[in-house]
């Protein structure tokens, strides 16, 4: 039972923005949707999080569409320290069992 | 970095046998989470705390138990460990109420059921 869809794997150069898509067209109005990226080996690292509204914090933006169907993870200058398994999730708030995904995974080239 | 600490990092047992893991946690969260992670599963959630002595299964609990006896400490335990049990368990923690998030992740336990 996906609630997300995201594509498996994307590539972006070092330097630029990498845009990480998410479908989530089931989504509904008390479901909040997350970011989460998981380094080779390492226990993922929460990134943001949104309800409607866009978001940005120090290590990215969320921008969610009117509708809220999509959203897209923003890291506006991509390193190769950010290659890693980005993972879109949406939970109802007060939901405890946070769904992960297979993820995007995002290489980053030098 | 988050003060969370799991331990150990590394196990292997033996068919049968009882296994516990450990997190720890300086961060006073009231929400602590167990998750299991395998290939083609993702992350997977087990069990979670939200106070000393609260707990709840998750979407996998089943040949899992769990004890939060003080706000720093949820221990997970294989009362006898089976070969399906091989995983890397990751516990997390986080604030809990209405912006309750996993917040932080430890670097994870590798189990090794042979």
């Known amino acids: 039972d996906a609630k997300t869809t995201q594509p498996p794997s994307m590539d972006c150069a070092e330097g630029r923005a990498a845009n990480l898509p998410c479908n989530h067209s089931?989504?509904?109005?008390?479901?909040?949707v997350y970011w989460y990226r998981q380094i080779h080996s390492q226990g993922p690292q929460y990134i943001i999080h949104?309800?409607?509204n866009n978001e940005t914090n120090e290590m990215a933006s969320l921008i969610i569409t009117e509708d809220r169907k999509s959203s897209t993870l923003i890291l506006p200058h991509a390193t190769l320290r950010d290659t890693a398994v980005y993972y879109c999730?949406?939970?109802?708030?007060?939901?405890?069992?946070?769904?992960f995904g297979a993820g995007t995974r995002l290489t980053v080239k030098p | 970095d988050a003060g969370i600490t799991q331990s150990p990092r590394h196990k292997v047992t033996e068919t049968g046998t009882p296994v516990t893991l450990r997190c720890h946690q300086t961060?006073?969260?009231?929400?602590m989470y167990w998750y299991r992670q395998d290939p083609g599963h993702g992350l997977r959630l087990i069990h979670y705390?939200?106070?000393?002595?609260?707990?709840d299964k998750g979407e996998v609990s089943d040949g899992y138990s769990v004890s939060r006896s003080k706000t720093e400490d949820f221990l997970l335990t294989l009362e006898s460990a089976t070969s399906s049990q091989t995983s890397v368990y990751f516990c997390?923690?986080?604030?809990?109420?209405?912006?309750?998030?996993?917040?932080?992740f430890g670097q994870g336990t590798r189990l090794t059921v042979v």
């Open positions: 999730i949406v939970r109802v708030e007060g939901n405890n069992d946070m769904r």
């Open positions: 089931t989504i509904s109005g008390n479901e909040y």
């Open positions: 949104g309800l409607k």
């Open positions: 961060e006073n969260h009231r929400y």
């Open positions: 705390s939200y106070g000393v002595k609260d707990t």
């Open positions: 997390a923690i986080g604030t809990g109420g209405v912006f309750s998030v996993q917040a932080f």
